[in-house]
């Protein structure tokens, strides 16, 4: 998960302006198709007998507490403070900065069973990436031209002196740094960036000169954040706000159909939201609490009843992350509503339930009377032909007190992300 660092010039006034109106009309909306990419076995969250791999979990959450650490850093440098900090985010951030002597950002997990990822390209001339798309971090990631070590090797290298339109921003410098101890580090340029045809102008963004650890098992070559301007380690704007900006894009707003399996095409919508993936009427939208994060309140049911002890809740929409992440003490609480459910006996967090009896989870929003249902909950059993689950909800103390709502529940609904009105929208899928 990458750490961007940079000694930026941009001002936060110079960051506000990314939501401002565009100058010129804004053409239509553009549906990118997000590829499948299928990760070797023994990186996947679950293997193809459908037993749970607990390395890659651990993995995942190591790297999910890093990207939170990172970007409350982000944060706080920024706006002056750090989104639902707990009390120990900042212990989590002096930790990492032992590890790296500078600021830094960090990708999503790439562990997954499966990533949704879609085309951009860079430069002039064009230069393609694959790329995947995440709400809970703000900065471009791509490897350079110049990297060397094997963990770059089948990826898509960004190459500056092949594109007539890349200018070297000094003092900057991408340093990125797994949980895992994986690393990237390079220069940090400026260049058109295009997805489906429509460009942005002078976006800022890291290239990785360096790539070391499990960046080499990545389908995918980098990262494109789409949450607010406050988590950017650059200090500039995301390339969504940039399309705005410059006015590409018909509305201020992006929507995503994560499909699981083979069910559906996924897409990534820039400028409104496609009326073919979701049914007509079914939209609700509730507003964002913290233009940082896409931060929204909550409320959990189990077997259609509140859970006692937990009432409104911080949540985070975040399509970088693959599970649901909640404070410790909430996972507790959480699963001990749920019949049968039981600490997993090798700990880090996890909860089993008996497969065949899974709970009916749902998400209810400020706004809407819907009950959002979490149709992946159950990740796989504990071990070949056990009869227990591990559930999806898994307690972490990643330094922010809030639950970060991943692919797990984002896989069951078509999800809006309006920057116009501050406000994330969840609609049934058709």
């Known amino acids: 998960m990458p750490l961007l660092v940079a000694s930026a010039a941009v001002t936060l006034a110079a960051l506000a302006t990314v939501q401002a109106a565009p100058a010129s009309p804004a053409p239509a909306t553009i549906a990118i198709p997000l590829e499948k990419r299928v ?10 007998q459908g037993v749970v791999n607990f390395a890659v979990l651990d993995q995942t959450l190591s790297n999910l507490k890093g990207k939170y650490a990172q970007t409350g850093q982000a944060a706080e440098r920024n706006v002056g403070h750090r989104p639902f900090a707990s009390g120990n985010s900042r212990r989590l951030a002096r930790r990492l900065a032992r590890r790296a002597s500078t600021g830094s950002e960090s990708l999503s997990s790439y562990q997954n069973d499966n990533l949704w990822a879609g085309r ?15 709400t809970g971090s703000s900065d471009l990631w791509v490897p350079s031209s110049q990297c060397t070590t094997s ?23 991408l340093n ?4 895992d101890g994986s690393t990237a580090s ?5 260049d058109s960036v295009t997805i489906g045809g429509l460009t942005a102008t002078g976006q800022t963004f890291g290239t990785a000169t360096t790539l070391t650890g499990n960046f080499g098992s990545s389908p995918s070559d980098g990262l494109v954040g789409m949450a607010y301007p ?10 969504f706000n940039t399309l705005w900006s410059e006015g590409h894009v018909a509305r201020n707003v992006f929507s995503f159909r ?27 939208y509730t507003p964002v609490i913290s233009q940082s994060y896409w931060a929204i309140n909550t409320n959990v049911q189990v077997n259609g009843q509140s859970v006692s002890g937990l009432g409104t809740l911080n949540a985070i929409a975040d399509t970088g992350t693959t599970l649901i992440v909640v404070p410790t003490a909430d996972a507790q609480t959480f699963w001990s509503s749920v019949p049968g ?10 909860y089993t339930f008996p497969c065949n009896s899974a709970p009916s989870v749902t998400f209810q929003f400020p706004g809407s009377s819907t009950k959002w249902p979490v149709p992946y909950l159950n990740l796989g059993t504990v071990s070949y032909g056990s009869s227990q689950c591990v559930g999806a909800i898994v307690g972490q103390d990643s330094g922010l007190n809030a639950w970060i709502l991943g692919d797990s529940f984002l896989k069951g609904v078509y999800s809006t992300f309006d920057f116009a009105n501050n406000r994330v929208g969840f609609s049934k899928l058709a």
């Open 258 to 284: 994560l499909a699981a399996g083979n069910s559906a095409p996924s897409e990534l919508y820039l400028g409104g939201l496609n009326s073919a993936k979701f049914v007509a009427g079914t939209t609700g």
């Open 176 to 179: 990125v740094q797994y949980g």
């Open 120 to 134: 951009i390209s860079i430069g002039t001339p064009a230069q393609s990436f694959l790329m995947d798309f995440d």
């Open 39 to 48: 990760v070797p076995d023994d990186h996947r969250l679950v293997n193809e």
């Open 151 to 173: 963990a770059c090797s089948g990826k898509d290298k960004y190459s500056a002196s092949s594109s007539s339109t890349s200018q070297a921003q000094s003092g900057k410098q």
């Open 186 to 190: 390079g220069p940090v340029y400026s």
């Open 341 to 350: 459910a039981a600490p997993y006996s090798g700990g880090g967090g996890y």
């Open 230 to 239: 406050a988590l950017s380690q650059l200090q500039v704007s995301p390339f």
